[in-house]
């Protein structure tokens, strides 16, 4: 009997390998395995997305606002 290929899901074609592979390693190894595999990085990009992500919201966007309202 012939198979049919597999056919990946959607995000797991538009997720980075990278991300792919860091679920899986949280799944078996939790947050320690994590971070034994990964290090410092994980913790850098966490720091840079929040970073990025409050700066936009809090101080960009009401600057934005307040600008084009009065």
Do not use: C, H, S
């Amino acid at each position: 009997m012939d198979q049919a290929p597999i056919k990946p899901k959607f995000l797991d074609r538009w997720t980075p390998k990278v991300l792919r592979e860091a679920k899986q390693v949280f799944r078996e190894g939790g947050i320690k395995g994590v971070i034994r595999r990964y290090g410092w990085k994980v913790f850098a990009v966490f720091f840079v997305y929040y970073l990025v992500r409050d700066v936009t919201i809090y101080i960009l966007l009401p600057l934005y606002l307040a600008n084009k309202l009065f």
